[in-house]
């Protein structure tokens, strides 16, 4: 006896062979709609742009903020995939002082890495890894500064909730840097095609939620300086892991595409299944200078390893300088943190680290707010936060 035919409803598996360009066609064929966009200061070739600067007015009472998250929720999610954050840095200074931090680790590095990039040309680029933890280390203040960024907090945890974990890589794509091929991004997006075929559809549909894809402008970026290139509402075609490299797709995403200028200070945040790719950079003199930011769900695992321990060293002393002497408020602190110190309690050894008075144990960002409430001094915190450490490795 034969078994019954398979129906669209209890398809498990993905066949890259089966992806049909008019499928996708029909998706982004959909309009975004205004009306679903009611914080945003207008909508660009299907994109929703919100001023930062009127949402810190806006979002000040708990409603409004909660609709704000909800809003991006359904952009990010079932509305075109992706948005841009005008002015979200206002202060030009500190996107300089940062730049000129990011310009000065390509110099150092220059040669003494590997080099390597994704979907482009090696050498195209110039790019830092883990420029979060760098960055922290060698300015631990202008990195509070720079992450107690109210706007990039909340994008974060409207599509990631608490707990996010934050990486950040600086690209520099110089005068003449080849564009990107197009691309969904980690973490089913680092794979083949044939790999992420053996994955069931539901991890398809999983993976985007995990991670969050965003990024800082550093310079002004005009549209022949190659900033990046989207395919507003590709991210809910389902199959769209399986088809990079595919003419038909390719020829459709060069046609299709979507490409919006950007100031310095101005952020792009995207759903990470999103058909993207970097632009070509065909002025003469703009390093279009971006800080990549790719922030994991605190249930996930990220695509870089970042020493916290040691990130956490470099900053606690510099959140207490900087509370005490420049008034760094609570909450600012508190968003500093966030981008620094691990905010999920595993994994660890239970039987060192048992949760003792609630469902978890303390997170390390937990022990870094209880050891600047209690004002500790940075000998005690090193040694709590090392013997933090030592309990979450197994004997």
Avoid at 133 to 154: G, H, I, S, T, W
Wanted: glycine content about 8%; aromatic content about 8%; proline content about 6%.
């Amino acid at each position: 006896m034969s078994a019954p035919p398979r129906t669209d409803h209890d398809l498990t598996w993905l066949d890259p062979q089966a992806c049909d360009v008019q499928d996708l066609a029909q998706i982004v064929a959909t309009e975004t709609s205004a009306s679903e966009c009611r914080y945003a200061v207008g909508i660009d070739r299907g994109v929703p742009l919100y001023d930062s600067v009127q949402l810190r007015a806006r979002v000040r009472e708990p409603a409004a903020r909660r609709e704000l998250l909800s809003e991006w929720v359904h952009v990010l999610g079932d509305g075109p995939g992706v948005l841009v954050l005008q002015r979200a840095f206002a202060d030009a200074g500190l996107v300089d002082s940062a730049t000129a931090q990011f310009h000065a680790l390509i110099d150092d590095e220059r040669g003494k890495t590997g080099g390597g990039d994704h979907f482009g040309k090696p050498g195209a680029n110039d790019r830092v890894w883990n420029a979060l933890e760098k960055l922290c280390v060698r300015d631990p203040e202008l990195f509070a500064r720079y992450y107690a960024n109210d706007v990039l907090a909340l994008i974060c945890e409207a599509w990631l909730g608490p707990g996010y974990q934050m990486t950040s890589q600086v690209n520099r794509v110089n005068p003449g840097g080849a564009a990107q091929s197009p691309h969904r991004d980690y973490h089913l997006g680092f794979l083949t095609a044939e790999v992420a075929a053996r994955y069931p559809a539901h991890v398809h549909r999983l993976s985007p939620v995990l991670t969050l894809q965003g990024a800082v402008a550093h310079v002004d970026m005009p549209v022949e300086s190659g900033p990046t290139l989207y395919l507003p509402h590709s991210h809910k075609y389902l199959p769209g892991y399986l088809v990079a490299g595919q003419p038909a797709f390719s020829a459709f995403f060069a046609a299709r595409h979507v490409q919006l200028p950007l100031m310095k200070g101005d952020a792009v945040f995207f759903n990470p299944a999103l058909m993207h790719a970097a632009g070509h950079n065909r002025t003469e003199h703009v390093k279009r200078t971006a800080n990549l930011l790719q922030v994991s769900s605190a249930f996930g695992r990220a695509m870089e390893t970042v020493d916290r321990v040691r990130m956490c060293r470099s900053l606690y002393p510099a959140l207490q300088r900087l509370a005490g002497r420049h008034g760094m408020s609570g909450e600012e602190i508190e968003r500093a943190i966030a981008c620094c110190a691990e905010g999920y309690s595993f994994p660890t050894d239970l039987d060192l680290d048992p949760p003792i008075g609630g469902l978890a144990p303390e997170s390390q960002q937990a022990l870094m707010r209880r050891a600047l409430a209690e004002q500790w001094n940075a000998q005690r915190f090193e040694q709590a936060l090392d013997a933090q450490a030592a309990k979450k490795r197994s004997r």
